[in-house]
């Protein structure tokens, strides 16, 4: 939830709550995962996924730009499976744990829970009319609600994945204690009339109200996560720590760049009609259109501790990760 109405609160216990100094942690809000000690004493080899994953990628990048005709819709699943072996399979050898290596079914189900996810976009952007697929004429309805689900598959692993793998950096931990936010029970009924309001606002005004698409379900997911105690953002706020909105929005950043990259020489592609803003485009994309990635991850990830089963949730709070330590950790921490 991105903060507002000066209700946050800035922490008074330094020495429990606050990094002493730069590479060094406090005690109570270091992530054992993420120190550099507990990653050295975790790291494992190269999997066998990170290699594949690059040929993937290259060779579905190569084809995707290289060849003429209609070829992205079948290239492109294989380039963000690809993407997205790259990245477990680094985040599981930086940090011994990784979605696939925790749970193949909780990995396969982010690609059949992202399926229905992205397609509730498309259903609002028959409203909006902020993205046209150019090239897609030429196939069936039944062959292009086929390709589409494919392609739309990868959305969830890719950006909730590259999260864990942002989430393993050390300089993460420098969001461990910001501002403080307590809700109470009338400020998360705020949040779901707010969200509310956005969505009736962007079917009602459209043209006027567009951007409201990536930020409505933030305010009306979250609420119903914080009351489920599945670790929403507010949780994470009530301990000042933001590491994991850092992470989710680095992801989001990350993975919308390399959509719009991607897309550049592809066939069928996408192009935009964002009305106010299309001017200083990097690639397709205007410049100010990167912005929507960040409370587009939010929204992937409250979708995936809402509604999948425990194996398929993203592990981004320091309890989570925590667990997955892999027995004690010698690393001084927490000890004077």
Not at 108 to 118: M, R
Not at 150 to 168: D, W
Not at 171 to 185: C, K, N, S, V, Y
């Amino acid at each position: 939830m991105p903060p507002f109405f000066n209700v946050f609160e800035r922490s008074t216990r330094k020495q429990r709550d606050a990094p002493t100094a730069p590479g060094r942690y406090s005690r109570g809000v270091v992530d054992p995962v993420s120190t550099p000690a507990a990653l050295r004493s975790m790291r494992a080899p190269i999997p066998a996924r990170v290699p594949v994953g690059f040929l993937l990628v290259a060779g579905a990048w190569i084809l995707s730009w290289g060849l003429s005709g209609q070829r992205t819709h079948a290239l492109f699943f294989p380039l963000w499976l690809g993407y997205c072996l790259v990245i477990d399979g680094w985040t599981r050898a930086r940090t011994g744990t990784s979605p696939l290596s925790r749970s193949a079914r909780g990995w396969a189900l982010l690609f059949l829970g992202s399926i229905p996810v992205w397609w509730l976009f498309e259903l609002l952007n028959l409203r909006l009319g902020n993205w046209e697929y150019l090239g897609s004429g030429t196939f069936s309805q039944l062959e292009y609600a086929f390709w589409c689900s494919v392609s739309f598959s990868t959305v969830m692993p890719a950006v909730l994945g590259t999260s864990e793998l942002v989430r393993s950096f050390s300089w993460i931990e420098r969001f461990a204690a910001g501002p403080r936010l307590q809700p109470t029970p009338r400020f998360l009924i705020g949040c779901s009339v707010a969200g509310a309001a956005m969505l009736a606002l962007l079917l009602v005004w459209p043209r006027l109200f567009y951007v409201f698409c990536w930020t409505s379900l933030v305010f009306l997911l979250e609420p119903l996560v914080y009351r489920r105690r599945r670790g929403s953002f507010l949780q994470h706020l009530e301990r000042g720590d933001w590491r994991p909105w850092m992470s989710l929005w680095t992801a989001g950043l990350v993975c919308g760049f390399l959509w719009e990259l991607w897309n550049l020489y592809s066939w069928p592609k996408w192009i935009y009609h964002i009305p106010g803003v299309g001017f200083w485009k990097v690639f397709e994309m205007p410049l100010l259109g990167y912005l929507g990635y960040l409370p587009f991850a939010m929204e992937l990830y409250l979708l995936a501790r809402l509604a999948l089963p425990t194996d398929a949730r993203p592990r981004l709070e320091a309890e989570e990760r925590r667990a997955l330590v892999p027995g004690p950790l010698t690393t001084g921490v927490g000890s004077r």
